[in-house]
Structure formats: C-alpha cells, structure tokens
C-alpha cells in the first residue's frame, strides 16, 4: 500500500473526496516524512504543524458533512520562503528579516489557502531568490535529494527537494532565470514558470516586467496544474494579470506525439553546456524521435540574450534592494551586495539597449515558431 505521503496530490485529493483517506492522515504521513530525512536535507525551514492539523481536523470534518469541496481542499502545501504566511516567521534568506512574523498571508497564500490547501511550513531560498543554489546565512544549505554533497539548485530548491522526498505533495515557488525550472531538473520533479500575468503577484519590485514570475513546483504535471490552477485566482493589484479561466488550467488534454514536429536545441546556441550533459541530451532526444513525427535541431537566433539578461536583472535589484543596500549593507550577503554594486554601474545607455534587445530578440523567437 502506497503510503499517503508518497501519493500524487491529484490522487491523495481524490481520495480525500471519497472519504478513503484523511486530510489528517495526509499531513501526519506528510509530518513522519519531514521528520525522518528534514533534518539530512534542509529543505523544510520553518513549520506549522500544531496549527496544520488543526485545520484538516476541520477539513476532514467538512468532507464528512457533504457539499462541493474546493480543488486543493485538505492538501498540505509548502510555501517558499519568499513568500509571507501570517503568524509565521518570513526571512526571504536574509538576516535582515530574520524575526519578521508577517501579519497576515501575502495575496498568492490566501489563494491557495482559499481553494482549500494547508500550509505547512516555508522552504528553504537563497537569500532574496538571488541564486542557482539554495543557501543562506540564516538556515544554510539545502542538500540535494540523490547527492548530499551536491546542490538542488535554486533558487526554489527548499521546495523542489520537499516535493522530491514525499514531504510534501504540493509546493510554491518563484522564477526569474530559472529558479522553478532548475531545481525541478535537479530534483526529478515537475517545474513550471508560467505566461506572465497568469498568476496575480503584487508584491513584485517593478510593475510591467516579465522576469519575476510566481509558478507551481509538483511531483507529475497534472499535480502541477492543479496547484497552478489555484494560484491563478483572478484578482490582486497586479497590474500585469488578466482575466481567464482559472479551473480550465486543470484539464489537459491528451495529444498525439506521433503529430508533433519538435525543435530541441542542445545549449539554445549561446549557453555553456558540459560534455556529459550534452552527452545524455542527445541520448535521450534520440529516444524520443521515436515517437514524434519529426525532431529538428536548431538553435534560435537568441544572439547577446545572456548580457540583456544580466542587464534586465540590474533594473530589478536595483529597484529591489536599495534600501537593503543602503541601510543594512553589514547583514546583506555577498552575492545580493554584489549584484546591486553591479546594477549600480550599469547606464542609461546600457538599460536602453537592454529593452531594444528584448523586444527584438521576442519577435524573432515568436518568428522562429512559425516556421
């Protein structure tokens, strides 16, 4: 018998509703799982339990009264630690919010909250999302779920390792080069950063920008698409989002790969790529030609994007950690410090290039798919 920890949240939800599996038991397997390999792992860095399972008692006590239960309804959720949960201590991985209790839940947690999860604890980020790893100087280092003595990424690595393990059957994480997708591929889970606007944030540096983005981190795709089902609840000031159908994320529609014509690039033509990785890509693509109609190589035309990047990614610290930088400089680390030194040097010039760049580049990708 799958123990209930280990189940898909699709599947643990279903059985929920059908009154064969509790939400209390779901969070007390969940809780045994923390437990035992939490403390090998670092994922898992702050924690609700008591209040949790307080709240399935109540959810488990609504499944027993009948009526409509909303999707996510009795399903423990971690919440990365970028994100604020009221009540509960909120560090972003800086010591300078080391003992900041926010008082209430940021707009993305009630959503969740509201179709029915509950939140377990928060997951381990580098300091202010800034890095391909998950360390900070307040809870240290997340550990790797195969490896220990290698990294899972970052900068959502607290959640992807949570997922990876059992912990936790559904997590939140943030994106801005990479921060779902890479812990995901370290950790063997299902990451996705989602249309820009898609999911309402308002707690974001800079208003009309598509860099920091707010995505779902799951262990299957249709686990995926519930939770980002529930965080794209229309609503909040966010003055990117759009109107849509939010419970339509969740039906995904079969498809035919033997119709699909795909294009797979091994370093996208401009990123560095090690031998052994290129290696098992090509092992792996030529498995999957198999089943496709047809599999192109070939590299979009993407020409200086690594510099409009680094450019880009300036505007958002410097709007972000000013006062961070200027007030708080002797409890900032090292690569937050250096990376608003760093934006601090960029020119007008340089920022005017940057946005020119960006727009050619996304039209000639747009191009590129018309092929």
Known sequence: MTIPCDLSAVTARRLIGEGALSPVELLDSCRTRVEEINPRLNAIVAERFDDARKEAEVAGDLVLGGG???????????????????????TYGSLIY??????????LVKAVRASGAIVMGKTNTPEFTAGAN??????????????????????????AVALSTGMLPLAMGSDMGGSVRLPATFCGIVGHRPTPGLVPYDRR???MTPLDLQGPLARTVQDA?????????PGGR???????????????EPTDLSSLRIGIS???GCAPVAKTIRNVFAERMNRLARHVARLDECDPAFGPILDVFWILRGMYFAASHKRHYEEHLDELGAIVRSNYEAAMEMSMEDVGWACREQMRICQEFDGFFEE
């Open 68 to 90: 409509d239960l909303p999707p996510l309804h009795g399903l423990p959720i971690g919440v990365k630690d970028a994100n604020e949960v009221g009540g509960l201590v909120s």
């Open 98 to 107: 080391k003992d900041n209790v926010p008082v209430e839940d940021e707009g």
């Open 134 to 159: 998950t360390t900070n100087l307040v809870y240290g280092t997340t550990c790797n779920p195969f490896d220990t003595n290698l990294t899972c990424g970052g900068s959502s690595g607290g959640t």
């Open 205 to 207: 540096a800079m208003a």
């Open 225 to 233: 698409a519930l939770l980002l089902s529930a965080m794209a609840t």
């Open 238 to 252: 966010d003055p990117m989002a759009f109107l849509h159908d939010a419970a339509e994320l969740r039906n995904l």
């Open 266 to 268: 091994t370093d996208l």
